[in-house]
């Protein structure tokens, strides 16, 4: 099906370990972003990518790396989890900036 | 964030009411994303508005851009349960390099 989407949809992990979050969008979109989602703090911008190989740091960038290879994949690591980092991920894509953004359903992440 | 101020909070409409979301920027807004999320799903894209003066309508959903005022409304027209959610507004600001910024939300519940 055409979209976005993100895998796992649900993940509990234990304090220092890494962690990937997957993202997928079928549209060739050029932008694709990384959001968290917080009570209090609503949506926050981690990372984003302007296309294939080319990334930048948003909002709240620390703690999490970001690689683009292809243009249709966009993961999220987690390199030494904290409980700080749980959170609602949001993976996002657009065909341009300044363009609307369409959002995947999200990945429940806690951290133990 | 500051920069993005939604109000009210929470509302709590019968249903057939009219009801308003507003979405106000501390600064110069280049473009004014809606967006609606229930619970445990991802973001919904409504409606774009890059215009001053510009009004969009989709089913009985209407959102108008002031520009002068840095501010976007959120028009619900004799609302129904199925419009029951939270209504995030996005912007394209001055500073933000192109980037959303969000408000924190206004959570929508509609008693039939």
């Known amino acids: 099906d055409a979209g976005i989407t993100q895998s796992p949809r649900y993940k509990i992990t234990e304090t220092g370990r890494q962690v990937t979050l997957m993202c997928h969008q079928t549209?060739?979109?050029?932008?694709m972003f990384w959001y968290r989602q917080d009570l209090g703090h609503g949506l926050r911008l981690i990372y984003y990518?302007?296309?294939?190989?080319?990334?930048d740091k948003g909002e709240v960038p620390d703690g999490y790396v970001v690689s683009r290879s292809k243009t249709e994949n966009f993961p999220l690591t987690l390199e030494s989890a904290t409980r700080s980092q749980t959170s609602v991920y949001f993976c996002?894509?657009?065909?341009?900036?300044?363009?609307?953004?369409?959002f995947g359903p999200g990945t429940r992440l806690t951290v133990t | 964030s500051q920069e993005l101020e939604q109000s009210p909070q929470s509302l709590i409409v019968q249903e057939g009411k009219n009801l308003t979301i507003n979405c106000t920027s501390s600064?110069?807004?280049?473009?004014l994303y809606w967006y609606k999320q229930k619970y445990g799903e991802g973001l919904i894209f409504l409606m774009m508005?890059?215009?001053?003066?510009e009004e969009k309508s989709h089913e009985k959903i209407t959102a108008k851009l002031d520009e002068k005022k840095q501010q976007s409304s959120l028009h619900i027209t004799a609302s129904q349960p199925s419009h029951a959610g939270i209504y995030l507004c996005?912007?394209?600001?001055?500073?933000?390099?192109?980037?959303?910024?969000f408000g924190k939300g206004t959570k929508l519940s509609v008693k039939p």
């Open positions: 996005g912007a394209d600001i001055e500073g933000s390099q192109g980037n959303l910024i």
């Open positions: 990518s302007a296309a294939a190989d080319i990334t």
């Open positions: 600064k110069t807004l280049y473009g």
């Open positions: 508005l890059q215009k001053g003066g």
């Open positions: 549209w060739s979109h050029s932008y």
């Open positions: 996002a894509s657009s065909r341009a900036e300044s363009y609307e953004q369409y």
